[in-house]
């Protein structure tokens, strides 16, 4: 759907938006910081509402502070105040409670923030910059593995909630040809290779993926028993001179193409087609923002973009599924098949090779 096609705020309306984005970075900091202190959750624990000294007490904290945090919120939506009490409010419940929002906001305070410092420079020069906070690598995918604890549980976390809504129903998809090797290209923990073991008691899964990302893999698979179904194959995917494995019937690639540029798209796909046996097919899970069934997945999609623009890599996007289908069919594919509104925001694209 295109939300996108009218200015639909009138100049009042416009004008106060564009104070929220003026004052953007601030608000976050405020959110994440009521959330984190505990001071939304202990006025949601109180339905008949708190001073802000009582507030203060109860959790140790500095007057002063719990003040202008509380004060703050009130312009945010988070508090509201009336007969010398704070309340709690709708907007504060989704922060408290809704994963889908904790994910996101645990993803942009320990991956994408303190990076995004750096954004105009990644957009200049078409590389990562912001992600020197962490490390020298090209890309965050060489150094996910080394990357301190508390950001690889959100990088993961937030990797992980989007998915994995999308698994069980798609499982039905892949197996409905009853394929017995698959290629699992950019398997990461090796959540997809352990569902399709589970689901095929006859598949024989490998998963290819940088070194760091397989040991990652091999220590869960190994933990459930699964080593003899789920092999291995280390490769950098965008070394050309790297052959892929072959003899597979299905290649499953999960919100895997849009961690690369489009050239690399359709150098990875072009590859997959050697990979595959003569009627082979390739299934491809990404969410496009253009196919969206609200307004806000689709204002979510395009801001993960300029985390690939900054921190991962500097040259890949949440694609529009026109530009997406273009690179695949450059690469020698036919899309047979379009599955949109599979889980939170997924397309599965089902791609045979040209004849």
């Known amino acids: 759907m295109n939300f996108f096609e009218t200015d639909k705020l009138t100049a009042l309306q416009a004008k106060e938006k564009a104070q929220w984005i003026a004052f953007g970075p601030v608000v976050f900091q405020t959110a994440r910081i009521l959330r984190d202190t505990g001071i939304l959750r202990i006025v949601e624990e109180h339905p008949d509402g708190l001073t802000q000294e009582q507030v203060a007490t109860e959790l140790k904290l500095p007057a002063y502070g719990v003040r202008v945090l509380m004060e703050a919120a009130l312009g945010i939506g988070l508090l509201v105040f009336r007969d010398g009490v704070y309340k709690i409010t709708k907007t504060s419940t989704f922060i408290l409670h809704d994963r889908l929002t904790q994910v996101n906001m645990d993803f942009t305070q320990d991956v994408c923030y303190n990076g995004m410092f750096y954004l105009e420079d990644a957009i200049l020069n078409g590389k990562p910059e912001g992600l020197k906070v962490f490390g020298n690598w090209s890309t965050i995918y060489e150094g996910l593995s080394k990357l301190p604890e508390h950001v690889q549980k959100s990088w993961f976390g937030f990797d992980h909630f989007y998915s994995d809504y999308a698994f069980p129903e798609v499982l039905q998809h892949v197996f409905k040809s009853n394929p017995k090797r698959l290629l699992d290209i950019g ?56 052959p892929f494995p072959k003899g597979f019937e299905a290649i499953w690639m999960s919100q895997f193409l849009d961690c690369f540029s489009e050239d690399e798209i359709r150098s990875i796909l072009r590859r997959c087609r050697g990979a595959l046996t003569d009627d082979g097919v390739v299934y491809i899970l990404e969410p496009f923002w253009d196919r969206q069934r609200f307004e806000v997945s689709a204002f979510v999609l395009q801001q993960t973009s300029l985390y690939f623009t900054a921190m991962a890599n500097g040259n890949s996007q949440m694609y529009h599924s026109g530009v997406f289908i273009r690179c695949v069919e450059d690469a020698g594919f036919d899309v047979t098949i379009e599955k949109d509104l599979i889980g939170v925001s997924h397309t599965l694209l089902t791609c045979r090779p040209k004849k």
């Not at 095929?200 to 091999?218: F, N, R, Y």
């Open 187 to 242: 398997g990461n923990t090796g959540k997809w290779s352990i569902q399709c073991a589970a689901f095929s008691p006859e598949v024989t899964v490998t998963i290819m993926d940088l070194p760091g990302q397989v040991g990652m893999a091999k220590t869960r698979i190994e933990e459930k028993g699964l080593a003899d179904r789920i092999n291995f194959y280390e490769t950098n995917i965008l070394d050309e001179s790297q």
